[in-house]
């Protein structure tokens, strides 16, 4: 049965339809998405959303919950899926933001579009904080409103042209976003990879690293360090064989350090701490995981000066007109916020929270260990990354939620090499990750009876 928005009726084939309406209807099943017809215009879908495959991944999950709820309303769900921070911003960081929005109900205060690229002041202390010593400029720092939209504006720059690779597993938005420019073939159930995309399976017998000498030469490399949603954190050699690589290649690396700050043992915090990656690498960052701003939005990109396209143009110049013409400067709000982020003060406040997030890890990896389960992760990062092996993930995953009322994430979600895998989030409050602890003992425990 489909729905009009005002009637509803049988859908046959043989049913006489004016062509349009076939058509709509017809497009409709092949999709089997809408429900609903009401007016439709004449404009055609783009293809590259079509080839996407179900939803993105978070709100699918979220889906599930609902569903979850629906069936145990008075469940007490406990959320180790999404990797969302929890705890509260430090006061130094509220109150600054605070004052900069009082001052901008008085006439000294007022301000109104900032720089494109970020204040001066913000890109200089990120400069200082995250790239000392690494000969980052301030003006090689773009601040944003996040890396994940960061992510997207860099497709924007690449355009659909490229071939690309990505670690597998990794996060969604490297690969939903080069669909969406065209850069993805089409999907190919049978493998659940897009064609014209390279997946650099990085699995535990490699240390988490992909083997290079059997990949092709991708234009792009998304990389992810440490990696969600494994955890690991590549090492110096790591890294100095993937620069090397993208430098024989002449590939670029679009290197992702949204969890550098989780980093505990020796392993580089940013790309730019191995020689010659300002030749080949851009890294995105964030605020987010760092500093609880999930939902206040910050991150930033830096683009070296010496990133030059095949032509020898640099690439710094197209990622400024990028920012100016499809961004237009991140909230100065939340950049009050950053700049306190990063006094010392700041500093010293979020480093309890990130101690606090691998706290939580380290519990989650000592109840999951204990009953002799593989698990990754948690030392680097704030996730950890549990093995079912010849389980199906999904499957894992909804069993987890049916028997414990916990949310995860199934690993295949982050492309097939996370198949027999799940995530959990050590972002919860400590509470939380102690009863997810005694539930998931608990369940595997009598899964052993
Ligand atoms: C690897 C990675 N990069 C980027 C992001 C998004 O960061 P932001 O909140 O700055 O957009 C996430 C969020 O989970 C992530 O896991």
Redesign the pocket.
């Given at each position: 049965m489909y729905y009009t928005s005002n009637c509803s009726f049988n859908f046959s084939p043989n049913t006489l339809l004016p062509k349009m309406l076939m058509n709509r209807i017809s497009c409709t099943l092949k999709n089997d998405i809408v429900r609903s017809i009401g007016h439709c215009t004449e404009v055609p879908r783009n293809v590259n959303m079509e080839k996407l495959q179900h939803g993105y991944l978070f709100p699918e999950i979220e889906r599930r919950e609902l569903l979850h709820l629906k069936k145990y309303p008075h469940a007490n769900v406990i959320d180790l899926g999404?990797?969302?921070t929890t705890k509260p911003l430090p006061e130094i960081v509220t109150s600054s933001m605070v004052d900069f929005v009082h001052g901008l109900s008085t006439a000294e205060g007022y301000k109104g579009y900032g720089p494109e690229q970020g204040e001066k002041a913000m890109r200089k202390a990120i400069a200082d904080a995250f790239y000392k010593d690494l000969g980052i400029k301030p003006s090689e720092v773009f601040v944003?409103?996040?890396?994940?939209?960061?992510?997207s504006r860099l497709q924007l720059l690449m355009g659909p042209n490229l071939k690309i690779a990505v670690q597998d597993p990794?996060?969604p938005?490297y690969i939903d976003s080069s669909v969406i420019i065209g850069q993805a073939g089409k999907f190919v159930d049978r493998a659940g990879k897009y064609e014209n995309i390279e997946y650099l399976t990085c699995r535990p017998q490699t240390d988490f690293f992909p083997d290079l000498q059997t990949t092709s030469r991708p234009q792009l490399i998304f990389f992810?360090s440490p990696?969600?949603p494994t955890g690991h954190a590549a090492t110096r050699k790591q890294l100095e064989q993937l620069v090397n690589f993208a430098k024989v290649n002449g590939s670029i690396i679009i290197f992702?350090a949204?969890?550098s700050a989780y980093i505990t043992d020796d392993s580089p915090k940013s790309i730019f701490e191995i020689s010659g990656a300002r030749e080949v690498a851009i890294e995105?960052?964030?605020?987010?995981?760092f500093a609880g701003?999930?939902g206040v939005?910050?991150?930033w990109t830096v683009v070296p000066e010496e990133l030059l396209y095949s032509n020898g143009f640099p690439v710094l110049h197209d990622f400024n007109r990028i920012m100016c013409t499809c961004f237009n400067g991140a909230s100065r709000i939340a950049q009050a916020g950053g700049l306190a982020c990063l006094s010392p003060e700041g500093l010293n406040a979020l480093q309890s929270l990130v101690d606090y997030y691998m706290e939580n890890a380290r519990i989650l990896v000592n109840a999951l260990t204990s009953l002799g389960l593989i698990v990754y992760g948690g030392k680097n990062a704030p996730y950890v990354w549990v093995h079912f092996p010849g389980s199906n993930s999904w499957n894992v995953f909804a069993e987890v939620l049916e028997k414990t009322h916990i949310i995860t994430v199934p690993g295949s979600g982050f492309g097939p090499g996370g198949e027999g895998y799940i995530r959990i989030s050590a972002f919860g409050q400590r509470d939380s990750i102690i009863e997810a602890s005694k539930r998931l003992k608990n369940l595997l425990y009598q899964k052993e009876l």
């Open positions: 999404i990797g969302d944003s409103d996040g890396a994940q939209c960061d992510i990794s996060f938005a992810c990696n969600n992702d949204a969890y995105v960052s964030s605020f987010s995981k701003f999930t939005r910050l991150g």
